[in-house]
């Protein structure tokens, strides 16, 4: 039965009750839910062969989008440390799992519950079926030459992680770029699977996009910043009767740090364009 599960192959319906179908082959039946559609006895139908959650032997002709030896994206379900990640290929009635094996000793690293991999299926002596991460040498092979047309920097970029090295982090793009993060350039190093966006910050000459997980040095808001962007989103129409021109006493009193330090959070928040000053206001642009 090994050479059937995780594989697309022609069957042949000999009996049924009620709710099911049954295909054999090579000498195997397998149970084909009559909710996917009218068959007759004797009819040859492709699909795919899986023991469901159950331990069934289960037989689908809706055709998961990952198979033995057809790679794609499966979306994490859930997580069991023992184990390892419970991921989804399309199957009503299964979910594959990414052995622990295969992922990182430091847990915090593994995917979550949205993530997705790259895998593909293997079965193992025992008749089980797991999903298995793609090699180095898919990945590659997935990737798009990068056009060396020069507009590439600070373009922001949106991909899934597929590898975590000590080097840093590995992302294929969206478009099917390879990208780099290296550790300088992220707060928290992301996990396998995640989802992420980031900066473009230069092109390396092995024709991959290094990106920047971190804010431009304008974008970032310091805590006075985020204080008074607070104030905005309490505050009456969203405005306030203080700008960098205000009196030092009466910001003092009313926010509790010196002039000096509200022009400073102003000036972040005008760069930032999240604020604009008018008529002796401050007003909040982003609600």
């Known amino acids: 039965m090994e050479e059937l599960l995780g594989r697309v192959a022609t069957g042949l319906i000999t009996d049924e009750n009620q709710d099911y179908y049954y295909v054999q082959k090579n000498g195997v039946t397998f149970q084909l839910a009559k909710a996917e559609g009218a068959h007759q006895l004797g009819e040859s139908v492709e699909g795919f062969f899986y023991v469901n959650q159950q331990q069934h032997n289960a037989f689908t002709t809706v055709i998961p989008k990952i198979v033995v030896g057809r790679y794609g ?6 997580v069991r440390r023992d184990l390892g990640v419970f991921v989804d290929i399309g199957l009503p ?47 590659l092979s997935l990737f798009k030459r990068l056009p060396q047309d020069g507009t590439w920097q600070n373009k922001e970029v949106t991909g899934t ?58 974008e970032v808001i310091d805590n006075d910043a985020l204080m008074l962007l607070t104030f905005l989103e309490r505050a009456q129409d969203h405005k306030i009767p203080f700008t960098d021109k205000s009196d030092p006493e009466a910001i003092k009193d009313q926010f509790g740090i010196s002039k000096g330090q509200f022009k400073r959070a102003i000036g972040h928040l005008l ?12 007003i909040l642009l982003e609600k």
């Open 73 to 78: 994206f499966g979306e994490v379900k859930s």
């Open 93 to 139: 009635d299964k979910e594959v799992v990414v052995s622990l094996d295969s992922l990182s000793e430091i847990k915090e690293l593994w995917p979550k519950p949205g993530d997705r991999l790259y895998i593909t299926l293997r079965v193992d002596h025992k008749n089980r079926i797991w999903g298995e991460l793609a090699t180095e040498n898919i990945i």
């Open 161 to 218: 992680v597929y590898r975590l090295k000590l080097a840093g982090t590995f992302v294929l793009t969206d478009d099917f770029y390879q990208a780099f993060i290296h550790p300088s350039e992220r707060y928290r190093e992301p996990r396998l699977g995640e989802r992420v966006t980031g900066r473009v910050i230069g092109v390396s000459s092995h024709g991959y996009l290094n990106l920047s997980l971190k804010p431009r040095s304008y």
């Open 271 to 282: 760069k930032a364009k999240k604020i604009k000053q008018e008529e002796g206001y401050t």
